[in-house]
């Protein structure tokens, strides 16, 4: 049976097994809710089996398993052996296995398979994969690959992951989703009531759901009275702390008018809950955090998180149950409210596609400034574009000081904003040894190339920077010395100059006993992009730079 993959699909399981290839037996690959991460997996699968090999698909709910095992027949044609509870797939003639981590991770069971016995495994919902009952599976059958598949980590999970990961195979971002039309645009409306955290505890790095319940409480019929003016004609969904809160909020939206469920772990009749909200007899679904992994209603269009959380992954499954595109709707509203509280971590709408604290926290500031319902993409540019100017602001006074200090080296931070390299000025190292200080070598190579090494943390960034540098001599762009040297002089982003004409231009200063001529003015300077063989000043070849 064939698969047809979606073009981002096939990349990522050409990486997948380009990195095995390499030796890195032990790769992510990231994408965002409703793109199709099981689809990729079942490829990778199938190709396995083809090779001879038996895989296990780990996931810790019954609900991955069975989705797992479902998209696998219906993609691949591949039937799946189970390994849970009574059920085992020891003797069994299918080659992929879907299992619960809760059954393998005990002894008796572990001890019945040899370590070699699967070749390859596939862990859904790898942010779970540091935990202790999944590394107890993983480390017994430690000959095999492993591909960890998630659509939600942040880069405090990164640097988590990357303690068991050896590397970031493929990643295809929510916004690059929404832009090539594979996922619901998102709007964000900030709603202007207060809710009060300061009270609440933290437990296991996030808020205490106990306190969480008793905070939230007093609200809940502002917030249904809040809902009135927004959610009319939208199916939406609320995340709730507590199962006492989520079926108090309930009551509270029935007696405002809303056709509101609620569902739980306990409720006897939850699938038919769900089919009732997928068809429109409920308009409103109430939950205590249930639906934040393999649900699946693509017909939502308004979520309303009313459990803070400080982890982004936990945010992203919250809100990724309704960016599935589905004929009925424009698009996916979140409704988010002011939360008072100390901690800043807070995860708000605009984490979701800002992986820099900086743009979220500007774009945070100008939803809840705009009033009205904003595309968060736009929202971001928006927010980008307000701390460029900041940061630009900074390092003009920044080099200003380099100036009087008559530094020979060019700030990374000044050659970062000149070629205008926004991923590096945004850095975050998540693997091992990204996150230990730029080796001597590192250290020699920078100051080699011109760039001051001092004011680089980490081995990763120090990596990043040379890879950039080598790969822009390549292309013939202007070298960090060329840029310290024109842009100290008031050029403006000479990194986006090549060689020549950077070039060309120091031969005309060195020609003018180091002044600028005075028929050119440096701030407003724009340099045709194509030198011609021989500078005007008569000088050929590289000037050598003071």
């Known amino acids: 049976m064939a698969m047809e993959l979606r073009s981002y699909q096939n990349e990522a399981k050409v990486a997948i097994q380009n990195e095995w290839n390499k030796g890195n037996n032990k790769t992510l ?5 409703g793109t ?9 699968s199938k190709d396995c089996v083809t090779a001879g090999e038996r895989v ?5 709910r019954g609900e991955l398993l069975d989705q797992a095992a ?4 219906k993609a691949t044609g591949l039937k799946c052996a189970l390994e849970k509870a009574e059920a085992s797939c020891l003797g069994s003639w299918f080659r992929i296995t879907v299992g619960s981590v809760q059954s393998l991770m005990r002894p008796s069971r572990l001890s019945q398979f040899p370590a070699n016995y699967f070749s390859t495994i596939i862990v859904d919902e790898a942010h779970h994969a540091i935990s202790d009952s999944y590394q107890r599976v993983l480390s017994h059958f430690n000959e095999a690959k492993v591909l960890g598949v998630t659509a939600t980590p942040d880069r405090g999970d990164m640097r988590n992951l990357g303690q068991y990961f050896d590397s970031l195979a493929y990643e295809y971002t929510l916004p690059k989703a929404i832009k090539e039309g594979f996922l619901s645009p998102i709007k964000a409306q900030t709603i202007p009531l207060r809710l009060d955290l300061t009270g609440v ?12 319940g008793d905070a939230l409480s007093p609200y809940l019929g502002q917030i249904a009275e809040e809902m009135r003016n927004y959610c009319a004609g939208r199916k939406t969904v609320i995340f709730l702390p507590l199962i006492k809160t989520s079926q108090k909020m309930a009551e509270l939206l029935r007696q405002k008018g809303f056709r509101a469920a609620e569902i739980n772990g306990t409720s006897r009749n939850r699938a038919q809950i769900l089919q009732d ?3 429109g007899i409920y308009d409103v679904l109430c939950n205590s955090m249930l639906l934040t992994e393999g649900w699946d209603c693509p017909s939502v269009d308004c979520i309303i998180v009313l459990r803070p959380t400080k982890i982004r992954s936990l945010y992203c499954q919250m809100v990724g149950g309704g960016t599935r595109l589905h004929p009925s709707k424009e698009n996916l509203l979140i409704l988010d409210f002011l939360w008072h509280t100390e901690r800043h971590e807070l995860c708000r709408p605009a984490h979701l596609i800002s992986q820099s604290q900086e743009v979220a926290e500007a774009m945070t500031k100008n939803i809840e400034e705009a009033g009205c319902p904003v595309d968060i993409e736009q929202a971001e540019q928006k927010a980008s574009e307000d701390v460029i100017a900041a940061r630009e602001k900074a390092l003009a006074k920044r080099l200003a000081e380099m100036r009087n200090r008559k530094k020979k080296l060019v700030d990374p931070l000044q050659y970062e904003m000149s070629i205008q390299a926004e991923d590096l000025a945004n850095y975050i190292p998540s693997f091992g040894w990204e996150l230990g200080p730029p080796s001597s070598s590192q250290i020699a190579a920078l100051e080699k190339a011109g760039i001051l090494p001092d004011e680089i943390e980490c081995a990763g960034k120090a990596s990043k920077i040379l890879d950039r540098i080598a790969k822009r001599r390549m292309e013939g762009l202007a070298t960090p010395k060329q840029i310290r040297q024109l842009e100290n002089r008031g050029f403006l982003n000479v990194g986006t100059w090549s060689f020549d004409v950077a070039n060309k231009m120091i031969s005309r200063i060195a020609a003018n006993s180091w002044k600028v001529p005075l028929s050119v003015d440096p701030p407003t300077y724009i340099p045709e992009m194509r030198a ?15």
């Open 277 to 279: 909200f997928d068809s």
């Open 56 to 60: 296990l698909i780990l996931a810790h």
């Open 70 to 73: 479902d998209k696998m027949a």
């Open 36 to 44: 199709g991460k099981t689809i990729v997996f079942c490829a990778i």
């Open 29 to 33: 690959m990231v994408l965002p809710t």
């Open 201 to 212: 505890g933290i437990q296991a790095g996030d808020f205490k759901t106990s306190d969480l």
């Open 532 to 546: 011609n063989d021989e500078a005007e000043s008569g000088f050929i070849g590289h000037i050598e730079l003071h």
